[in-house]
């Protein structure tokens, strides 16, 4: 499954040792073909990680042969010499699988500010070539773990061709976008500019969407690749479609397994004068730190959630503002609505409507709850 | 002290029975002259309380005689009824002060989106006017508590006049404005315009940099008034300075009490190239979930400090950065800079200098640490 239920492509994972707890930290992701199409989307956040900005340069040309991805050290902050590591990665990928190096897109998830072991990662590289398999895509899942708890697969199979990816993410999801390395593969025959496309559609309405602690990575890619071995070109739409919801289901992993959450969270904004406003409504309550402490006290305080909804620009009436938590309208027209006794929190699952009265407009946003394991994981080591 | 420092001012703190626990809960400040003029800074959010919109109008006037401020509840999100109430009751302390309602401002701190108990609150407007004093500084200073550990309280005195204040707030502090109740008072014999300017210079550069925890409340409010009781007029230079260093000691003791917090940390960044960037930077690094969580690690982890910074727009080329924390360079050019073991993180002030190396201009913000603690206090009760 993973990244190898598409036809034409075979992965490897393994434990090169970059990790000091001998944990798996090098995955390899190969393109057989016949076609080697493309796409792929980056952090914006304007500190980029050498793997980054290497990346950008290879998915200039539309066409990717191979990914290597290692976790245990983002290579973000590394100056030249983390540069030219990541170029040292591509070369030696590229030696050992007989293609480009400037078709090697390279990923790299971890601490900021540590250069890479090389020895031990070019090692590696020749390692997981040696193992690649079309059935090494969950091993590949598994080796690009940091803190997550599980690793993340999803797979839509359509009329003779597949849509699959892995994702590892599980602290500084924001957008632009969450802290997360994706790779998908699809073995229908189409070509980049489809796949940029298609990508961009879905990236924005699903991982641009997920916002687990405001905080934007340095690292973050997202990479479509084609091999075209099923042979068929299905309808854009219909492509679209399944590209959407694989990473609607990677980016649904993401949340739930983020950390130290015991509250997956879905803000949904209505009626907003445009989707613009809506998102940006939606982010302000997903990033209150003092609305997701509630949350996680099971506290249905809607009072932090107009709060949040106030520091926006969006066009909205302060006397117009409803408020739904898991159903129940506990804020109508600005003031108090339902009673709040009635909002039943015990479960995992929060959905909050913030209805802002003002258009037909909508989106949503994941978020999750802050608790003091967040806090103890990000706080007890580096990370 | 505090709101009675000054000449010309007396008042009262009392419980009424707002709060549950009993503790103190209403304050009522008065200006007896000769001189009422006044100015006011209010929060930038656009869902405002009824007692914000109730004194915005009182403060267009530049004369305020009297301050009722009420903790046990905010008054937000009430609606019309809400707003009556605020009316009733500046009505009421006009009544037993002998002013005009539109002279009284009303500031309230509490729960968002409740009622407040008015037969209770009335009658302590009554009760706290039989008790002014011009020794009452104190006790109104402790009577707008909220989750605040101590009561909060300044006074610069100059050549044969004062500048003297109180301060509520713990939680949510952020800026336009943090989550603070701030009566300030002074002798000096000024106008209104000259107090409006010499307010929103000081805010502007004092409770707007405090930012605990990202969050903007529905109830901001500064006020500043003057009696003239003085008969001393200043240099408007020497005048704003005392503002701006009460309004300053007031915002440090703000941060210091921030809920749960177990470090206060300065992020001075310098080398902008305009003050706005430098306000946006610090910012940024101000509510980085990820590095307050680090830095209550006591980690350097300036990885996260750059992150932070990529999220903005200001001018920066990423391989000019630099980065010290309490001291030590640990980023040079966006990449290792000195050995982070050396920086010692034992005390309870951080220090982040954040160089943009992109012009001259610098800014402060201050912020706390995100603890388990903080989590606590904002997930097991309503506030």
Redesign the interface.
């Known amino acids: 499954m993973s990244v190898t239920a598409a036809k034409g492509f075979t992965a490897a994972g393994i434990a090169a040792g970059i990790k000091e707890n001998g944990n798996p930290d090098l995955a390899l992701v190969v393109n057989v073909g016949p076609r080697r199409a493309a796409a792929g989307v980056f952090t914006s ?4 990680a050498a793997p980054v900005l290497w990346s950008e340069q290879v998915l200039k040309t539309g066409q990717v042969s191979a990914v290597v991805l290692n976790s245990g050290g ?1 290579n ?4 030249p ?2 540069f030219q590591d990541t170029h040292a990665t591509a070369e030696k990928a590229a030696e050992v699988l007989g293609r480009g190096a400037v078709e090697v897109a390279v990923c790299s998830t971890g ?5 890479l072991p090389m020895d031990k990662l070019l090692a590696g590289v020749e390692t997981a070539a040696a193992q690649l398999s079309e059935h090494g895509g969950e091993k590949a899942a598994i080796a690009i773990k940091t803190t997550d708890t599980v690793h993340k697969t999803s797979v839509v199979t359509k009329d003779g061709w597949t849509v699959g990816g892995m994702a590892k993410g599980a ?2 999801l924001a957008p632009g976008l969450a802290t997360m390395l994706v790779v998908l593969t699809t073995d229908a025959d189409v070509d980049a500019g489809t796949l940029d496309e298609a990508l961009r559609a879905a990236t924005r309405v699903t991982f641009d969407r997920v916002d687990s ?6 690292n973050d890619t997202v990479l479509l690749l084609a091999s075209g071995a099923s042979g068929t070109t299905p309808e854009y739409a219909e492509f679209a479609d399944a590209v959407r919801a694989v990473c609607d289901d990677l980016g649904q992993q993401l949340i739930r397994d983020a950390e130290g959450a015991s509250k997956d969270i879905k803000v949904e904004v209505i009626n907003a004068a445009s989707e613009d406003d809506a998102v940006e409504v939606g982010r302000s309550i997903a ?4 609305l997701k ?2 949350l ?2 099971e ?1 249905p ?4 959630v ?7 620009r969006a066009a ?1 009436e ?2 117009r ?1 409803n408020v739904a938590i898991n159903g129940v309208w506990v ?1 109508k ?4 609505g339902e009673d709040r006794e009635k909002v039943d929190m015990r479960y995992r699952e929060v959905h909050i409507v913030a209805d802002l009265a003002a258009g037909s407009e909508t989106a949503t946003i994941w978020t999750n709850d ?3 394991d ?9 990370s």
Chains 1, 2 share one sequence.
């Open positions: 956040n304007r500190v980029k983002a973000a902050c590394t100056g010499k983390g601490l900021i500010g540590v250069l602290g500084m602690d405001g905080c934007m990575s340095t990033r209150n730190n003092l402490c509630a996680h006290g506290d305080n809607w009072g932090r107009l709060s949040a909804i106030g520091t926006t909205f302060p006397d503002l804020c027209d600005g003031g108090v802050l608790t003091a967040y806090v103890h994981e990000n706080s007890a080591y580096s």
